[in-house]
């Protein structure tokens, strides 16, 4: 089982990004898994036909100790099995807390055994990296880490932020950051401020995505890019960063 963290700023188009990633390898015959790590719960939408799917931690308040698997888990586009951890009232409570109890109640529940994924991503917001932001780095639930960015100044400097954290895990032997996503907003020299950047963080862009308006209209649908423009030039972006993302967890 690969377990890869998808982190970046609120939105950068990470969700997006995760989302298509998942339809793509899912496509191509994988078991998929995608959890949603974000207290407005909305990253895994777009495998769902535009709906979102109850949380874990809604469902934990609901249901108590009556909880079953099928409550929190729901298979999407191509099979892809879609949880939400949620987060709590706002205002109220540590979202990175929920995304604590919702992963602890995966395990109780032997989500991983049931559904057998064979790649799991874990969809980050990744503007604050505390305890519960960083569960899926420390935890010894991710293995690999990416961060999807833009070359604007606050996704770089979240970016760099992340990027730090990962490395402060990484000296204790947990997850491995792996590269770079660039989504694009075609800002002026955007590809030379990310790879300057990338350098700083050592690492590489894994894979530039341009911006489409594809992406727009597959989600007015409720759908992936994937799913919704399957043979669409933006589609084989995204096929190509799933076959660069495995080629880099199973070859590193």
Same mark, same amino acid.
């Given at each position: 089982?690969?377990?890869?963290?998808?982190?970046?700023?609120?939105?950068?188009?990470?969700?997006?990004?995760? %989302?298509?990633?998942?339809?793509?390898? %899912? %496509?191509?015959?994988?078991?998929?898994?995608?959890?949603?790590?974000?207290?407005?719960?909305?990253?895994?939408?777009?495998?769902?036909?535009?709906?979102?799917?109850?949380?874990?931690?809604?469902?934990?308040?609901?249901?108590?100790?009556?909880?079953?698997?099928?409550?929190?888990?729901?298979?999407?586009?191509?099979?892809?099995?879609? #949880?939400?951890?949620?987060?709590?009232?706002?205002?109220?409570?540590?979202?990175?807390?929920?995304?604590?109890?919702?992963?602890?109640?995966?395990?109780?529940?032997?989500?991983?055994?049931?559904?057998?994924?064979?790649? #799991?991503?874990?969809? #980050?917001?990744?503007?604050?990296?505390?305890?519960?932001?960083?569960?899926?780095?420390?935890?010894?639930?991710?293995?690999?880490?990416?961060?999807?960015?833009?070359?604007?100044?606050?996704?770089?400097?979240? %970016?760099?932020?992340?990027?730090?954290?990962?490395?402060?895990?990484?000296?204790?032997?947990?997850?491995?950051?792996?590269?770079?996503?660039?989504?694009?907003?075609?800002?002026?020299?955007?590809?030379?401020?990310?790879?300057?950047?990338?350098?700083?963080?050592?690492?590489?862009? #894994?894979?530039?995505?341009?911006?489409?308006?594809?992406?727009?209209?597959?989600?007015?649908?409720?759908?992936?890019?994937?799913?919704?423009?399957?043979?669409?030039?933006?589609?084989?972006?995204?096929?190509?960063?799933?076959?660069?993302?495995?080629?880099?967890?199973?070859?590193?």
């Amino acid at each position: 089982m690969i377990k890869v963290a998808i982190y970046g700023k609120g939105g950068i188009g990470k969700s997006t990004t995760t %989302a298509n990633l998942s339809a793509s390898l %899912a %496509a191509k015959g994988y078991n998929v898994m995608q959890i949603g790590c974000d207290p407005k719960a909305d990253s895994t939408k777009n495998l769902m036909d535009g709906h979102r799917i109850p949380t874990v931690l809604d469902q934990i308040k609901e249901k108590g100790d009556r909880l079953k698997l099928e409550d929190i888990a729901f298979r999407g586009f191509a099979s892809t099995v879609c #949880v939400e951890s949620g987060g709590p009232t706002p205002g109220i409570g540590c979202a990175g807390r929920g995304i604590i109890t919702a992963f602890n109640k995966l395990e109780q529940l032997n989500a991983y055994e049931v559904f057998k994924p064979d790649i #799991v991503f874990y969809d #980050v917001l990744g503007d604050v990296v505390c305890g519960g932001f960083a569960m899926p780095i420390r935890g010894g639930y991710a293995d690999y880490v990416f961060i999807v960015t833009s070359g604007e100044m606050m996704s770089l400097y979240a %970016a760099a932020n992340i990027s730090h954290a990962i490395q402060n895990f990484g000296n204790r032997g947990y997850a491995r950051f792996s590269g770079i996503i660039l989504n694009s907003r075609n800002i002026d020299n955007e590809l030379e401020l990310v790879q300057r950047a990338a350098r700083e963080m050592n690492t590489d862009i #894994v894979k530039v995505l341009p911006r489409s308006h594809y992406v727009q209209s597959a989600e007015n649908e409720g759908k992936t890019v994937i799913e919704a423009f399957p043979e669409c030039s933006m589609a084989r972006e995204y096929d190509e960063l799933a076959d660069r993302v495995m080629g880099v967890c199973c070859h590193v």
